[in-house]
């Protein structure tokens, strides 16, 4: 009998602590910051590998396609060759997937449009990148990288089901440990996926899980690649203070030059675009030009970290370095204005690089005594050239940092990243990216103030009930129909159910007394023909200005701009809604 009793008090305190932990389980996953910290882990890890599978990719094509012809006059058949397997992409997945600069889009996808990526696209633009950097193409690969870290952070999301307005979060985990695992830097990651990915809009819960993700992408490219920084950097030391001024004067050119680098840029995109050729056919024009300039100054071919390497070590002379600084912005420009994919980042370390070499060079020259190491402008001129382009400098400070190992270059490099951070500012209006959303009609900053309603879509709210009126239907119909309906305003649709009006109660007012008429007069003569539709990806600020214009009850919800599919309706209850419920969520985390 006691050992009965025994059992049963010992099944009763084993039951109560599988009750107490599957509570305190539930209690874990059912916070949601504390998943998004768990759901970090898995997408930082995805992330370093698919990292280290593009980095492995590219630089396999590289070697057999490039290197063999490296100085001779036959390496332009690499970069023409790139080209038309660009043009084989473009036929069999949508050419706007393939062809391009496209991280600007990118970002406009995180923070304008709710962060969804889909998968054909992603691997379409990685294949493309690899083709880029593979066959000789002026760019870099972080831009990619960061795309494809991106990708994998909102496939995730999506997979969870994770609300649009959320999903930011995990995107920005995977660029972070995307950049991570390409420098070996996990806090430039970090600071990569808040300044340029997330714009600057820094928020708490979205910090923690990018930092957990930014650790485990550079453990698992540690683990595959080995704990080697990308470049050697010789030992910096400050030999005196007045050498301060030199890296103000550096910073200064950087600027110019940056600004500069941005004009050409866009100058020569758009000359590509006024070309009178097909888009495929342009990336073999891009490619056989660039590959022209390859002939002569080879350097000029891929990301160029090897040369970077050299010119960090010293090793170029002064010749070649001023050659690189007038020709790489000249061949990146001309690669990604013709339609080659890729990023940014690589060159403008690169040109930052050559800049900074050829100015210690001169210094050097110039000053012996007050330079330590004329090389170590090199590094310096890397970060600061890349800060005014991207207008992050905290991002390429702390890259610069990492991959030194030593604080002593801190202060000449934000000395230098800051200054020409505001030279660009002032003479290009902007980072690379700013001046595209600019040409593209996007106010950014208008576009982040907008808050919570900036980050909500109209698929998100809208009904997919819909109640729509025929055209021919007559009056005295349509007034029977009125009371039965949960509306007071509805979409009017001819045969093929496309939209051609929109009519309400109060268009009917002076026909109502008018009974003799209303078997004679259809829906169409007098409906609302000037209809204002919106499109499931617009987001509810967009919609707010658009419905200021004028008062009505609905929106009809279009497949797209041009069509006149309805796919839903948009009331002006369920917007209010919707933002009152954004803002009250939003509190609730700010209290807790």
């Known amino acids: ?77 690499s970069t023409i060759g790139g080209g038309l397997i660009l043009l084989l992409l473009s036929f069999i997945f949508p050419p706007s997937d393939v062809l391009g600069y496209g991280f600007p889009k990118f970002l406009e996808r995180i923070n304008l449009k709710g962060g969804v990526l889909k998968p054909k696209e992603t691997i379409a633009k990685a294949i493309a990148s690899c083709v880029t950097l593979g066959f000789g193409g002026s760019a870099g690969q972080e831009g990619p990288i960061a795309q494809i870290g991106g990708a994998v952070g909102s496939f995730v999301g999506q997979i969870l089901k994770i609300s649009r307005n959320k999903i930011r979060v995990f995107i920005a985990c995977g660029v972070a440990a995307g950049i991570a695992a390409t420098f070996n830097a996990p806090i430039a990651g970090v600071l990569f996926a808040e300044e340029i990915a997330l714009l600057r809009d820094f928020k708490i819960e979205s910090f923690v899980p990018i930092v957990i993700s930014s650790a485990i992408g550079t453990v698992t490219s540690r683990a595959l690649r080995g704990d080697t920084p990308i470049f050697t950097i010789p030992i910096y030391k400050l030999v005196s203070y007045k050498e301060l001024f ?120 110039t000053s012996p005594a007050t330079v330590g190491l004329s090389s170590a402008y090199a590094t310096v001129g890397m970060g600061a050239f890349l800060a005014a382009v991207t207008q992050a400098p905290l991002t390429s400070i702390f890259l610069i940092f990492e991959m030194t190992q030593t604080y002593q270059v801190v202060v000449p490099i934000m000395i230098s990243s800051v200054l020409g951070s505001m030279i660009v500012q002032i003479l290009a209006g902007g980072s690379l990216e700013s001046v595209e959303f600019k040409r593209m009609g996007i106010d950014i900053e208008e576009k982040l103030e907008a808050g919570d309603l900036g980050l909500i879509r109209v698929e998100d709210i809208m009904t997919h009930d819909i109640e729509t009126i025929p055209e021919n239907m007559t009056l005295r119909k349509l007034i029977g129909y009125i009371p039965k309906s949960h509306y007071t305003t509805f979409p009017v649709v001819d045969e093929k159910g496309f939209l051609t009006g929109i009519i309400s109660i109060q268009d009917l007012r002076e026909w109502i007394f008018e009974e003799s008429l209303e078997d004679l007069i259809v829906v169409k003569e007098v409906a609302t023909l000037n209809v204002i539709t919106v499109t499931p990806e617009e987001t509810l600020d967009t919609v707010l200005r658009r419905w200021t214009k004028k008062t009505v009850e609905i929106l009809p919800v279009v497949e797209s701009a041009n069509s006149k599919k309805i796919v839903g309706l948009l009331s002006r209850r369920d917007l209010i809604a919707a933002y009152n419920r954004a803002v009250f969520e939003r509190r609730l985390k700010e209290m807790g």
């Open 1 to 77: 009998m006691e050992e009965s009793q025994k059992e049963s008090r010992s099944e009763l305190i084993k039951s109560r602590f599988r009750q107490r932990l599957i509570h305190r389980v539930y209690l874990l996953f059912s916070n949601e910051y504390t998943l998004f910290i768990l759901i970090a882990i898995p997408i930082g890890f995805l992330s370093g590998l698919a990292n280290f599978a593009f980095i492995e990719s590219y630089q396999f094509i590289y070697s057999k396609a490039v290197m063999p012809l490296w100085n001779s006059p036959f390496v332009i058949i």
């Open 246 to 365: 030199f890296y103000a004067a550096l910073g200064l050119a950087t600027g110019l030059l940056a600004s500069g680098f941005i004009k050409v840029f866009y100058w020569t995109k758009d000359t590509f675009v006024r070309l009178e050729l097909p888009a495929r056919v342009k990336p073999i024009l891009g490619g056989y030009i660039v590959g022209l300039i390859g002939i002569f100054l080879p350097h000029i071919l891929g990301n160029g970290y090897e040369h970077v390497e050299k010119a960090l070590l010293g090793e170029l002379s002064l010749w070649t370095v001023v050659g690189l600084i007038l020709l790489k912005p000249i061949a990146t420009s001309i690669t990604l204005g013709s339609g080659w994919p890729g990023g940014m980042f690589a060159p403008s370390i690169f040109i930052g690089a050559m800049l900074g070499s050829a100015f210690g060079k001169v210094v050097g020259i």
